[in-house]
T-cell receptor
Framework: DADVTQTPRNRITKTGKRIMLECSQT?????MYWYRQDPGLGLRLIYY???????NKGEISDGYSVSRQAQAKFSLSLESAIPNQTALYFC???????????????FGSGTRLTVV | GENVEQHPSTLSVQEGDSAVIKCTYS??????FPWYKQELGKRPQLIID?????GEKKDQRIAVTLNKTAKHFSLHITETQPEDSAVYFC????????????FGDGTTLTVKP
């Protein structure tokens, strides 16, 4: 089945380390997103990409960077991890707006990151 | 930018009762309103959505209503079952944010058997 896959599922890292979270999809969607989920704070957008050559900052991009290696792959990096980046990270995809308007997201299974 | 507020943050109902979750949005240009269900330890999944050209949409036991004038929309679950227990997120998207979704903070629904 077409899906969105995130690796790793869980990761513990030390403060100051660089870490990469990876996302790949077989949905054939052009749009990809990285969201962060913290308890009681919903889902907040970190970065998004509407095609391979398009990268945009979201509302909480400080301390993060991304790479869109191919239509199907979108990676999130924490340049120098800090404890308040401990969170659940979700990758998501969506098709572009069609004749019916915008469409909903398909989320990956998430990466639980702990920074100690 | 868009701001979405969701209420209540927690909701507990008896099995068989109805549950209602409400969201308000700030950008009058938003025109797509999805709802996601996130079961414990799992990914959010789209359960229903509504576009600004309709006022209500129903899918079996769940329905969503939209009031564009008041800028609020609601999720209604009837005949609740224990498997409806989850966190529910509303979201709003529109042309002014190029279709990116802004999410509410979530409602934790508990259905007691």
């Amino acid at each position: 089945d077409a899906d969105v896959t995130q690796t790793p599922r869980n990761r513990i890292t030390k403060t100051g380390k660089r870490i990469m979270l990876e996302c790949s999809q077989t949905k054939g969607h052009d749009r990809m997103y990285w969201y962060r989920q913290d308890p009681g704070l919903g889902l907040r957008l970190i970065y998004y990409s509407f095609d391979v050559k398009d990268i945009n900052k979201g509302e909480i991009s400080d301390g993060y960077s991304v790479s869109r290696q191919a239509q199907a792959k979108f990676s999130l990096s924490l340049e120098s991890a800090i404890p308040n980046q401990t969170a659940l990270y979700f990758c998501a995809t969506s098709p572009p707006s069609g004749t019916g308007g915008w469409e909903g997201y398909t989320f990956g299974s998430g990466t639980r990151l702990t920074v100690v | 930018g868009e701001n979405v507020e969701q209420h209540p943050s927690t909701l507990s109902v008896q099995e068989g009762d109805s549950a209602v979750i409400k969201c308000t949005y700030s950008d009058s240009a938003s025109n797509y309103f999805p709802w996601y269900k996130q079961e414990l330890g799992k990914r959010p999944q789209l359960i229903i959505d509504i576009r600004s050209n309709v006022g209500e949409k129903k899918d079996q036991r769940i329905a969503v209503t939209l009031n564009k004038t008041a800028k609020h929309f609601s999720l209604h679950i009837t005949e609740t079952q224990p498997e409806d227990s989850a966190v529910y997120f509303c979201a709003a998207s529109g042309n002014t944010n190029a279709g990116k979704s802004t999410f509410g903070d979530g409602t934790t629904l508990t259905v007691k058997p």
